[in-house]
């Protein structure tokens, strides 16, 4: 059964690459483009893993992640991509149970797919 990633993210050029890497490797991608959106198509899609942006239009992420966790009662893994580097926000992430926090500026693809694939194997 193909995995479905939801990519809640708004810059076009990371949805692009993100979704481009994902496909190739086999995976469903699913794009929400805000926080409205986010929580709409993770009600409707189910995914088995999200990758999330904290700054969007709209609630930020961690508002989504909340809601995830807390009015869903979701364990839905959930590796964050941000440029958020701030210890505060690293912190704030674990404690809403993220299984990852990536810094856009330090991703590697490759590290990313290796986690996404680790994360999505257990």
Do not use: C, W
Not at 10 to 34: M, P
Not at 48 to 64: A, N, R, T, W
Not at 89 to 115: C, R, W
């Amino acid at each position: 059964m193909i995995k479905k990633i939801l990519i809640v993210e708004d810059e076009s050029a990371i949805q692009k690459v993100l979704i481009d890497t994902l496909t190739k490797a086999g995976y469903k991608s699913i794009l929400a483009k805000n926080s409205q959106e986010a929580l709409q198509k993770f009600k409707e899609k189910k995914p088995d893993l999200i990758l999330l942006d904290i700054i969007m239009p709209g609630e930020s992420g961690f508002d989504v992640l909340e809601k995830i966790r807390v009015k869903y009662d979701s364990k839905v893994p959930v590796i964050i991509v941000s440029n958020l580097r701030e210890k505060d926000d690293v912190v704030m992430g674990k404690n809403l149970g993220v299984v990852e926090y990536i810094l856009k500026s330090d991703i590697s693809l490759k590290n990313l797919m290796l986690k996404i694939h680790q994360t999505l194997s257990n």
